[in-house]
């Protein structure tokens, strides 16, 4: 009985590398310069790339960071320096939770209603509120995880030289810290860097360069989406450049989030 | 920072809200029903959610029912049996596959999954299992089963982590009291330490369960999208989140509009209720020690 624990391991680790493998494959053959630098052709040509989607991914998980990661920081700071053994701080890590569970797709709906609706159009701008609000639930968690981590000795050698808690947290706690936050802000980032589902109906596509933010804007997951369910060939290969280059992106980021942080961090770390 | 801390309350009571809101022209029209029509006609204005009910249940089932074995046997291999080098870059690959994208999963779904069933599992699973209705019919590949087996792949990562940190969480007075009684290392894992461990067990089973009902990207590439009930787990079949995925573009009318909406309220209802289930059982048993991230 206790092989088949093994054998199920084996077949995990199996899928893993499976799609890793596959996907590097058909992505590398698939990937050239165009790519990184032209536009996607009309249907019936070949070639092209998707250089207007790179760039609007950038620019969604700019946005998406300027929303998330202020709002997880703060409310991090709040959970583990003031709200620790609170009710209010039961209710603030309660509720973040909840919003981490959260279907990504109704994250798209609400930033549908608040801010397709009244524009009338798709935008950049939604399609990076959704994934902000997605982002504060982790940018929260880790942020109160690594300032708990904190050593108490630390803390107390400051308040005992006299100086007032905010200070203390502000100049002594909050960069013993900071290498952890950061890493996890990373983490967030590549986790809402897949994310597809809400920007279908907030950021929508775009075959060209958008102008601003206030214009439908195209990323890589949704690329990937329509290419892979179109029926062209040539699409098809886009799509695994695609998901290569997004694979690898958010592999990347997350191998070197987990290897700069400490061993103990390293264990603990779910995504 | 208080008022930014309250803020993640104030998100979350706005998203139900605002759901609850867009959602009341359907709500008034069609009430309770919704639930239980099945007829799901965008021409006629006729909206029922019971395909998506159905199609979103089934193949959380689905995807359950194999992940829990499997995800529980890596998790107790992790955290009883694996030596500490072993275990460490195991768990942390076990993870990595939690962040593949979901859109990736669907990816490989379509060109790789989907052939294989269509042409290798679904023939094997109707000439050996063909006399019950849910493996009958034809292979299209596409359908309920698939879904399913990729919601598995997506949530095993998710049981894995949660289920390991609580197995490693049992104390050690636990495992010697039942070893020094001259149990097998399988019948301490079995006596002493899964129903020690079972809340949180079950706490990582929930958590699968509200990731596998909210799942979209993958799902929507490989369940065919459509909107019918059929007992075979073979057919192409619809879940709330890829018709909502895949028809809110399309949505001419208000009531059109409005009915999706209410859908995405559902799924938001049952979530919710799924996952403040997952993260009480799981807090129950990670008091002393912190919190067991997912």
């Known amino acids: ?271 | 920072m208080l008022l930014i801390a309250l803020s993640v309350l104030l998100i979350t009571a706005v998203i139900a809200f605002e759901l609850y809101w867009h959602s009341r022209l359907s709500i008034a029209k069609f009430g309770w029903a919704f639930l239980w029509q099945s007829t799901w006609d965008p021409v006629a204005e006729e909206f029922g959610a019971l395909p998506f009910l159905y199609g979103t249940l089934v193949t959380s089932i689905i995807g359950l029912l194999i992940a829990i074995p499997i995800g529980l046997g890596v998790a107790i291999f992790l955290s009883e049996l694996a030596p500490r080098w072993l275990s460490d870059p195991i768990t942390f690959l076990v993870e990595l596959l939690a962040a593949i994208p979901s859109v990736i999963y669907g990816l490989i779904g379509i060109f790789v999954l989907v052939p294989w069933i269509r042409n290798v599992l679904e023939p094997i699973l109707s000439a050996t299992l063909g006399f019950l209705p849910i493996f009958q019919g034809a292979p299209y590949g596409v359908g309920m089963l698939t879904a399913g087996i990729v919601l598995a792949i997506m949530v095993i990562p998710f049981i894995v982590s949660v289920s390991r940190e609580v197995l490693i969480a049992v104390p050690r007075s636990q495992r010697e009291a039942i070893l020094s009684l001259g149990a097998t290392r399988w019948e301490m894992v079995w006596i002493a330490i899964l129903p020690y461990a079972r809340s949180g067990i079950l706490g990582s089973i929930f958590l699968a369960l509200a990731r596998a009902l909210g799942e979209t990207m993958a799902v929507t590439m490989v369940i065919g999208n459509r909107p019918e009930i059929s007992a075979s787990l073979f057919e192409p079949g619809y879940t709330m989140a890829s018709v909502i995925a895949n028809e809110f573009t399309e949505a001419t009318s208000d009531l059109y509009v409005s009915a999706l909406v209410e859908i995405g309220l559902v799924l938001f209802a049952v979530t919710v209720v799924v996952n403040a289930l997952a993260r009480l059982l799981i807090y129950s048993v990670s008091t002393k020690r912190g919190a067991i991230r997912t």
């Open chain 1, 1 to 271: 009985m206790l092989s088949l624990t093994g054998l199920f391991t084996l077949l995990t680790l199996g899928v893993l590398f499976f799609i890793l493998g596959y996907i590097t494959y058909h992505g590398i053959t698939a990937l050239d310069w165009d790519f990184f630098t032209k536009l996607p052709k009309p249907v019936g040509e070949t070639g092209g790339g998707m250089a207007n989607a790179i760039v609007g991914t950038i620019k969604l998980l700019g946005l998406a960071s300027l929303i998330g990661v202020p709002i997880g920081f703060f409310g991090g700071v709040y959970l583990s320096e003031y709200g620790k053994e609170t009710t209010l701080g039961f209710l603030v890590r309660f509720s973040t939770d909840l919003l981490n569970g959260f279907p990504s797709i109704v994250m798209g709906i609400f930033a549908y209603i608040l801010i397709v609706l009244p524009m009338k159009h798709f935008s950049a701008l939604a399609g990076g509120f959704a994934l902000g609000i997605m982002m504060i639930p982790i940018a929260l968690r880790s942020t109160e995880e690594f300032l708990t981590l904190v050593p108490a000795s630390i803390r107390e050698a400051a308040l005992a030289l006299g100086l007032p808690e905010w200070k203390v947290i502000t100049f002594v706690v909050i960069p013993t810290a900071f290498r952890g936050i950061l890493t996890g802000v990373m983490l967030d980032i590549a986790r809402v860097a897949g994310e597809t589902a809400p920007l279908l109906f907030t950021a929508f596509s775009n075959r060209f360069w958008a102008k601003g933010l206030m214009e439908p804007t195209a990323s890589l997951p949704v690329m990937i989406y329509t290419y892979a369910i179109a029926p062209y060939e040539d699409w098809h290969r886009q799509a695994w450049a695609a998901g290569m280059v997004l694979l690898m992106l958010v592999l990347v980021a997350n191998l070197v989030a987990r290897l700069v942080l400490h061993r103990r961090f390293f264990q603990s770390g779910a995504s």
